[in-house]
C-alpha cells in the first residue's frame, strides 16, 4: 500500500533499516561491482581507478556511505553524508579519479541496495513500499552526485588557478633569468672591449648596477698581505675609501670570503659578528664574490643595499658569474699595463745605447777638439782652426743625432694622425739620419683600428732599426697595403741579407714583431727577399678587431 510522503522529506527507517541490517551484504556486494566496473562510457574501462584500490580501503569507504546514508533516512539529517562526500572528494582527487567514475561507483549502489529490497519486500505485496524506498535511494545519491560535481568542480577550479598562478611565476622568473643573461652577455662584451684598467673599473662597477641593483659597491685587489680598495661607486666620498687596505686574514669574513671560490650573501649584516662596519654606516644586505685568475684569488668584489633580505642566493650566484667576466676583464688590463711597461722599458734602453753609441762618443771628440785646439792656439793656429772645424762639424752632427733622438722620444700621435702619416715621418727620419733611401708605399689609404695601427707601426719601427743595425743596406721599400678585411705590411731592403736560421725568433727583436702580429690574430714571416739580395718581413693582420 503506497502511502503519500513530503518530497524534501528523506526519513524513511524501513530503508534505514535494511542498509543497517544487511550492512556487510550490499558492502559485499557494492565493493565486488566496483572492482568489475566496466562501463563503455570510459575511455578505458579495463584500467578504472577503483580496481587500482585495496579491496579493504573499498571496503571502508563503502560503509561509511552507507553508515551515512541511514543516517540520513532515519533522521533526514545530511551532516555525516557531507562528510562523507567531502572527504571521499578529496581523497580520490588524490588519487587520481576522474568525476564521471566516482558518479558511475556511486550509482552502482542502487543495483548493490536493489536485491535486498527485492528480498525482504517483494515487490507483489509492498510494491508501493519497495518503490518508494528506490525512489528515497535515488534521491539521496542524486545529492551526493550533485555534491561531488560541486567539490569537484571547486576544487578542480582551484588546481586551475594554482596552476596559472605557477605558469604566471614561471613565466616571470624565464622573463627575469632572460634579462640577467641579457645583461651579463652586454655587460662582459663592454667591459672587455677596454684595455685600459682605470677605464675597465668604471665599466665594471656601471655595468654590476645592470644586472644587480645596488647602493654602493667596491672593487679590492691583493697587494702583497693587504686587500686594498682600487675602486668604487655610491659612496658619499669615493675617494675617501680609495686606497684603504687592510689584511684580510684578521677578519674571518672576509678569510672565508678569498679561502673559496663561491658568492657570500648577508641577508642582514647586523646578524653577522665578523663584519666590520664604521658607526653610521647604512649598509643592510651584502653580497661578496671572489676575483679569480686560474683558481687563485687575487680580489674581491662587494656590493650592499641599506634594506635587510634584499639580495638572496639567486642573486650571488648571479654577482658571482659577473665577477668571473670582471676577472678575466681586470687581469687583461693589467697584463696589458705590464705589457706597455715592459715596452717602455725597452724603448728606454735602446734609446740610452743610442745615447751611448752616437752622443756620447761625439762628445768624447768634441771634447778632445776642443783640447787640442786650446794646445795649438797660440803656437799652431793653422791646426788650431783646423781642430776648431772638426769642433763644429762634430758639435752639429750631435746636435742633428739629438734632435732625431728627440723625435723618436716623442710618442707618434698616431689616433690623430694615422698609420700612414706616421710611417712617412719615421721613414723620413730613418732616412736623413742614416744616409738610406726609405721609400714608403701606402695602398687603399683609409684608417684601420688603433689596435692594429699600433701593432704594425712598432713592427715597422723594429724592422727598419734591424735594417740599420745588420742589413748594410742603401735602399728600404716598405709598403703598407689595406684590402677588405686583411692589411699587410711589407719591409724589404737591398741588403746582405738573413741566414735562415737567424729567421728563427730567437731575439727580443723578432719575438716582440712575432707576438704582436699574432695577438691580432696575424701571422709574421721574415726571410730572404724575392728580389734575391736583402731580406724581407711580412706582417698579415685582419683588418677588423
Sequence with gaps: MQTKHDTNDLTIPQLAGLL????EEIVASWVGLLHGLDDSRFLDPHNTHYRERPVTELQLSARECLAALAHLFRTDRYDLLIQYADRTCRVKLEQGF???????????LREAVLPVID????WDMGHGDSLLMLSKLETALHWLVIRFSKLYSTALNEQLQNQVALLEEGRKQ???HVREVSALVRAGSLITSSLNLDQVLSLILEQLAE????????????????????????????????????DPTENALTRRLLNGDAPIVLEDVHEEPAFVAGTNDPTRSWIGVPLMSRNEVFGALTLDKHEPAFYDEEDGQTVLAFANQAAVAIQNARLHDRAREQDVLQERNRLARELHDSLSQSLFSMVLNAEAAGIFFDTEPERARAQIQLLYETANAALKEMRTLIFELRPADLEQEGLAAVLSKHAKMVAD??????????????????????????VAQEALNNVVKHAQASEVAVTLSAQDDLVALTIE???????????????????????????LGGHFEIGPSPAGVGTLVRVTVPSEQ
Design 493 to 519: 731592403d737591398n741588403g746582405v741579407g738573413i741566414e735562415p736560421q737567424a729567421a728563427r725568433p730567437n731575439t727580443l727583436g723578432l719575438t716582440s714583431m712575432r707576438e704582436r702580429a699574432e695577438q
Design 174 to 176: 624565464l622573463v627575469a
Design 119 to 122: 528480498r525482504e519486500c517483494g
Design 211 to 246: 644586472v644587480v641593483n645596488y647602493d654602493r659597491a667596491s672593487i679590492q685587489l691583493l697587494f702583497g698581505r693587504k686587500l686594498t680598495i682600487i675602486a668604487a661607486q655610491g659612496f658619499r666620498e669615493p675617494n675617501d675609501v680609495l686606497g684603504i687596505g687592510f
Design 20 to 23: 543497517e541490517g544487511y550492512y
Design 433 to 458: 739620419r742614416y744616409g738610406i733611401t726609405v721609400r714608403v708605399d701606402v695602398r687603399g689609404r683609409r684608417r684601420l683600428p688603433l689596435p692594429v695601427e699600433k701593432a704594425l707601426f712598432r
Design 98 to 108: 576522474d568525476i564521471a567514475e566516482v558518479i558511475e561507483g556511486h550509482f552502482l
